[in-house]
């Protein structure tokens, strides 16, 4: 099964651009990547997903290697509220459909 | 408004008290999953449904029991507890298995003791 890999923690500054690496090698062709994020005491939120092409929407932008093999998910201004742990995630099409999820990263958004 | 609703929120019980965690969803979406969330694992399948009367084991089902008998209502079942299902419990639900935003409960912590 195709997994992800992300640093534990990361800090930045309030209204700076935050770059969150994940490394996903094993990618097969037909796996989604996706990200989602968890506020304190709060069930995990959906962030922004994509295939090939470089996502954008009102929370983030998503930019996937060509080769696909790794990915970054660009906070453009963090705030305070955007502290959370954030989790890269690959959905499979096989029969399972199931979501592995890994440990995260915990972004330290500092003021 | 669009959500997921869990029941209850907390709950402690006692080792082989068979408890139900309840879960609801008014968007109309044929996926369902059960996870739960404990220190350093990140979170972890249970059961998931494709649709009414359809559903499959997780990473981790043992011990646990779902459900699918409406489109809306997802339950967990937990027929003998033990400390080791002390954790944290989400519902998720989406229109799209694979593709879709996967919408989440609160969350339902559970103590057994």
């Known amino acids: 099964d195709a997994k992800t890999t992300q640093p534990n923690s990361m800090e930045s500054n309030e209204e700076e651009p935050v770059h969150l690496p994940c490394n996903h090698s094993t990618i097969s062709g037909t796996d989604y990547i996706h990200w989602y994020r968890q506020l304190p005491s709060q069930g995990p939120e959906y962030v922004i997903h994509g295939l090939t092409s470089n996502v954008n929407n009102r929370m983030a932008s998503l930019a996937i290697a060509e080769d696909r093999k790794s990915s970054t998910l660009i906070l453009h201004r963090a705030t305070l509220r955007d502290a959370a742990v954030y989790y890269c995630?690959?959905?499979?099409?096989?029969?399972?459909?199931?979501?592995?999820w890994g440990a995260g990263t915990k972004l330290i958004i500092k003021p | 408004e669009a959500q997921v609703t869990q029941n209850p929120r907390y709950l402690i019980t006692v080792t082989g008290k068979k408890l139900t965690v309840t879960c609801s969803q008014n968007?109309?979406?044929?996926?369902m999953s059960w996870y739960r969330q404990d220190p350093g694992l990140g979170l972890r399948q249970i059961y998931y449904?494709?649709?009414?009367?359809?559903?499959d084991k997780g990473d981790v089902p043992e011990g646990y029991k779902v459900s699918r008998k409406e489109k809306r209502n997802f339950p967990l079942i937990l027929e003998s507890p033990s400390p080791n299902q002390t954790s944290l419990y989400f519902c998720?639900?989406?229109?799209?298995?694979?593709?879709?935003?996967?919408?989440f409960g609160e969350g339902s912590r559970l103590t057994v003791l």
């Open positions: 998720a639900s989406s229109l799209l298995r694979n593709t879709g935003e996967l919408f």
């Open positions: 995630i690959l959905t499979f099409m096989d029969s399972n459909y199931q979501l592995i």
């Open positions: 449904s494709m649709n009414v009367e359809v559903t």
């Open positions: 968007m109309n979406h044929e996926y």
